[in-house]
């Protein structure tokens, strides 16, 4: 039988808040299989790049990566959250490492490559891009790696890249070392049927209930990539993968499944 | 016979130039033996402090690292360059993983307790607060720790703590089991006996030397605690430990030794 593994992802709501985020780092720490911890960004990227006057810069309405905003969220993501969520995790008895994708070759991206838009310093990755002997090292020394989304070309580039997909890559590249459990932590129940009514979770998606969803337009803009990589781990091999409240990671962990469960069918 | 350790250490200057640290970091890909690489700062973070209108607080003209510049120098050192650092190894494939203080627990530093200063987030460090075996477990998986100076107190708090410091104390730490040499690279031929002069380096520089130059007023500022540092390594089994100019890096390791060594007699 596999060893059991959590591959946990939060977002930028939860790291700003930072009450919020110790409460939930302590419940991340009381999780007894091995675990990995994937985040996101939050406000304070955009807040350095404002007050340093750097603007974002967006072609046909999509946000392109330039030099001096990967800089920013390099040393913000990298540096700053990362460093933040590691020393959180280590005064609760949670030995974390911080890792981007540079770091012992573990992400190796490739810069997006689109027929009309340069999206800048934007890394799109696949499971082959996960370096899956490592990160098993790693956690092989009890140690519980903590990813921020930057990635590197190998030629000495580094990349943004969606933290939402590097969390359901690396669920499916450790797959056939580790029975996977993936989650999604946000702000919600879990997929709603009613987006203003919290208590109208959806226990099940599916494949076919995505679609549905999708084209009944009842999927808000931040959910619907969420559901397509929690999709695409659910096809790839993860065993189980859910989208959760941060606040019910311990209730859910601990066997009282919490959210919504993204299945095949 | 212990196996050979080189603890390498990088300052700001280098830092600051691009082509300059460029070529030191292929030299640096190209020492065949086990490697340790700690990086210091650099112009980046009082940029980005000036740009952000943080102004440095000083007491009796000593630096204090308040909370917002510990956040800076945070984004700065653990993010922005130690990223960008590893990225460039990686492209030179050497398997470099960039590692801070509270990454694995690494380094646990004590806030600095000073009787009249409030030095704020400043860590002190000693050869206990390094987590050897760790260290020794990352060199076993070939991987080439790269250390920035932040380091923390497994309260949750991060620190700024010395560079030169903390190569010191990697060095002695990992002295029983290795065979260590320390390079503090810096952009000087090595110690001068003449400041103006680059071709009157001093070969060696013992306990009782340092005492006499520092007494004669030879020691100007930077290189003081340098020497500090580097005396302290030769005191704690640290084999062999030199300051060298950065250009000489590959020279020096191939056994053409460069710069000043540092020697207890």
Aim: some cysteine; glycine content about 6%.
């Amino acid at each position: 039988m596999k060893e059991k593994l959590f591959v946990v992802k939060i977002g930028g709501a939860l790291i700003d808040d930072e009450v919020l985020l110790k409460e939930f780092l302590t419940q991340f720490s009381q999780i007894k299989e091995k675990k990995i911890l994937v985040h996101g960004g939050g406000k304070l990227a955009t807040t350095l790049a404002n007050q340093l006057g750097i603007e974002q810069q967006m072609v046909d309405g999509r946000r392109i990566t330039d030099k001096a905003t990967l800089d920013i969220v390099t040393m913000v993501y990298a540096g700053g959250i990362n460093k933040n969520i590691v020393a959180k995790l280590q005064s609760v008895d949670c030995n974390a490492i911080g890792i981007s994708g540079a770091d012992a070759n573990v992400i190796q991206a490739k810069k997006r490559n689109h027929p009309q838009i340069d999206f800048g310093f934007v890394g799109d990755i696949t499971v082959e891009s996960i370096n899956r002997t490592l990160i098993s090292n790693v956690l092989k020394l009890n140690l519980v790696p903590v990813f921020s989304a930057i990635t590197h070309d190998k030629m000495g580039n580094l990349f943004n890249t969606n933290a939402d997909t590097i969390a359901s890559v690396i669920a499916q590249s450790l797959s056939d070392d580790f029975d996977v459990e993936l989650l999604y932590c946000f702000d919600k129940e879990g997929v709603l049927a009613d987006v203003n009514n919290s208590s109208s979770v959806i226990k099940k998606v599916s494949s076919e209930d995505f679609l549905a969803l999708k084209e009944a337009g009842k999927l808000h803009k931040g959910i619907l990539p969420k559901l397509e990589n929690a999709l695409a781990a659910a096809k790839n091999n993860v065993k189980k993968v859910y989208l959760i409240k941060e606040t019910q990671l311990q209730k859910h962990t601990e066997n009282n499944h919490a959210g919504t469960e993204i299945c095949l069918s």
